[in-house]
C-alpha cells in the first residue's frame, strides 16, 4: 500500500474563528506596545530601517500593526521541502491543511534496540537513525533527532547533516549551531544538489533556529536566521513557550506568546530576504507546576499545537508543529498513548510538518529506535484518520449491496479487491493473530516485534545516497567531516 501523507486535515478546531480573531488582535497590541527584545545589532536594523521603534537601551523593537502583517505577507505560504527523488515521491508540500509526519531534534541520548536503558548519543546514531527513516513509509522526513557527543562543537553541523543525506532520500530539517557550520552544511549540499543553484530551485536541506520565550530574538539564532535566509534555505524559527514558566499558565495566554515570537522569527528572516521559505513554529507545551519540569505528552501539547494550526492557517504560513513525544523512560502503553493521542490532534488540526512524531521517550531526551517502528505503525493509523470517509457512489456501493442482497456476502467481489488496500489501514506491527498462533509465534509484545524490526533494517547492508567521488571532494574540502 502506498503511504498517506500530504492529506488534508483540518476536521478538528479547537478554536473558533472568533478565538482566533481575539487572539490576533492581542498578539498585534503585544507587538505595538509590549514589543520583542532583539539581542543582534543587525536584528534592530532591520527592524528599525523597515519602520519598527527601537529602543537601544532595552533592545526592545515595538511593531505597529500595519508592519506586522505587511512583513507576515513576505512569506510564502506554501514551499515545498524536497526529497532526493526525481520523481518527487519524497517530497513534502508544506501549507495549507496538508499533513506530513517525522522525526525531531534533538535528544541526547539514545535507547539500543531492545533495551530499556539510554546512553549517550553519537554520530553512528544519526546513521541508522536515518537508514530506519529511510524505510518506514509513514515517517515522511528524517529531521535530525540526536546530537552527536564525540562530535567537537564547530563540527557537529557538517556531520550531522552529512551523515543523514548519504543515508536517506527524505527531505532533512535540522538545528544549526554555528554561523560557519551553516555556510559548510551549504557548501556540502549544494556540492550534491550539483550547484548553489540547483540547492535553491529544490532544497532538500532546511535549518531550525530559535526564539527564546517570551518575546526575546536571541543574538544568535538570529543570526543564524539571517544567514541562512540569506542564503534562500528554508528555515524556521519555532518557540517554545511553557504555560505557568515562560508564558501564562492558561492555554490562551501561551498561544498569544507563542504566535509573538514565532512571528517575530518569520518578519526577520522576511526582512533578511524577502521571499525566504519560512515556517511558522511551535514547541509550545505546558509545565509540571509542582516540579517545574518540561511536560512532552501532555494532551495539552496536543490542544495547544492544534490550535497552533489554526493560526498558521490564520496567517496563510506554513506550520512547523510539535505532536508525538512522551515523557515514559520505557515503550509502554504510556509511550503509546501519549504519541497517539497529540499526534492525532495535530494531524487532524491540519499541522503541516509533524516533527517529533517519531522515536522519542523521556521528556524529548532520548531517541529510541524500537519506538520509530512502533510510531510508524501509529502514523500510519493517524494518517488513515485524516484521510477520513470517501462518499461517492463508488464507496457507497448501492449496485453491489443490491446485488449481493439479504444475506449475501462481499468477500469475494472485485469493489473488496479494489478498495482493500485503501480503505483500511493495513499493520505492519501490530499482532492480529488469534493467541494459539500468538503463542505459536513466541508471543511478542510490541517492543520484541519492533526491536526485531530495527534489527532487521539495520543488519542489511547500508546504502550510500551520494556518490563516492562527491563524497571524497567534500571530505578535502571541508575540514572535520568524519562519515560521509
Not at 156 to 185: C, P, Q, S
Not at 360 to 380: H, P, Q, R
Request: proline share 5%; net charge negative.
Amino acid at each position: 500500500m502506498k503511504a498517506r501523507k500530504g492529506l488534508s486535515g483540518g476536521q478538528y478546531k479547537p478554536l473558533s474563528d472568533q478565538e482566533i480573531k481575539k487572539i490576533h488582535e492581542t498578539v498585534l497590541k503585544v507587538f505595538d506596545e509590549v514589543g520583542i527584545q532583539a539581542n543582534l545589532p543587525e536584528a534592530r536594523n532591520l527592524f528599525r530601517n523597515a519602520g519598527a521603534k527601537v529602543d537601544e537601551t532595552t533592545n526592545t523593537v515595538k511593531i505597529p500593526p500595519g508592519l506586522v502583517e505587511e512583513l507576515i505577507g513576505r512569506a510564502p505560504s506554501v514551499i515545498t521541502l524536497y526529497g532526493r527523488e526525481e520523481k518527487g515521491e519524497l517530497d513534502c508540500e508544506i501549507g495549507g491543511k496538508k499533513v506530513y509526519m517525522g522525526t525531531g531534534g534533538t535528544a541526547l541520548n539514545v535507547q539500543d534496540p531492545g533495551s530499556d536503558d539510554s546512553r549517550r548519543a553519537n554520530l553512528k546514531d544519526i546513521k541508522n537513525m536515518a537508514r530506519l527513516v529511510d524505510v518506514l513509509d509513514n515517517i515522511h522526513f528524517y529531521m535530525l533527532n540526536v546530537y552527536p557527543h564525540e562530535i567537537p562543537a564547530e563540527d557537529v553541523d557538517v556531520n550531522r547533516f552529512g551523515t543523514a543525506l548519504n543515508y536517506t532520500r527524505k527531505h532533512i530539517m535540522g538545528g544549526v549551531y554555528t554561523v560557519e557550520g551553516i555556510r559548510n552544511v551549504i557548501k556540502m549540499a549544494s556540492a550534491i544538489a550539483g550547484s548553489p543553484q540547483k540547492l535553491k530551485e529544490r532544497p532538500f536541506i532546511s535549518m531550525v533556529t530559535c526564539v527564546v520565550s517570551p518575546l526575546k530574538l536571541d543574538e544568535h539564532y538570529s543570526l543564524f536566521t539571517i544567514e541562512a535566509a540569506q542564503n534562500g534555505i528554508p528555515v524556521v524559527v519555532p518557540a517554545e513557550p511553557l504555560c505557568g514558566a515562560t508564558s501564562p499558565v492558561t492555554l490562551a495566554g501561551n498561544l498569544v506568546v507563542l504566535n509573538v515570537d514565532t512571528l517575530a522569527g518569520v518578519m526577520l528572516a522576511q526582512l533578511a530576504n524577502p521571499g525566504t521559505p519560512t515556517l511558522y513554529g511551535s514547541v509550545a507545551s505546558v509545565t509540571d507546576l509542582s516540579s517545574l519540569k518540561y511536560l512532552s505528552g501532555a494532551v495539552e501539547m496536543g490542544l495547544l499545537n492544534a490550535a497552533a494550526a489554526q493560526m498558521a492557517q490564520f496567517y496563510h504560513l506554513p506550520y512547523y508543529a510539535t505532536a508525538g513525544m512522551s515523557d515514559s523512560k520505557v515503550n509502554d502503553a504510556q509511550a503509546g498513548y501519549e504519541s497517539a493521542i497529540t499526534n492525532l490532534l495535530v494531524a487532524l488540526a491540519g499541522g503541516n510538518f509533524i516533527h517529533d512524531a517519531a522515536g522519542f521517550l523521556e521528556f524529548c531526551m532520548t531517541a529510541s529506535y524500537d519506538k520509530l517502528v512502533i510510531d510508524n505503525e501509529i502514523l500510519g493509523m493517524v494518517m488513515r484518520a485524516v484521510d477520513g470517509i470517501r462518499v461517492n457512489d463508488e464507496t457507497l456501493a448501492f449496485d453491489l449491496i443490491k446485488k449481493a442482497g439479504p444475506g449475501g456476502h462481499f468477500v469475494a467481489s472485485s469493489h473488496t479487491r479494489r478498495h482493500m488496500r485503501t480503505e483500511q489501514h493495513l499493520a505492519q506491527l501490530s499482532d492480529r493473530e488469534n493467541r494459539p498462533e500468538w503463542q505459536a509465534e513466541g508471543a511478542k509484545d510490541t517492543k520484541a516485534r519492533a526491536t526485531e524490526k530495527v534489527r532487521e533494517i539495520l543488519d542489511s547492508p547500508p546504502r550510500s545516497f551520494v556518490p563516492e567521488s562527491i563524497r571524497n571532494n567534500l571530505k578535502k574540502e571541508i575540514p572535520g567531516i568524519i562519515d560521509l
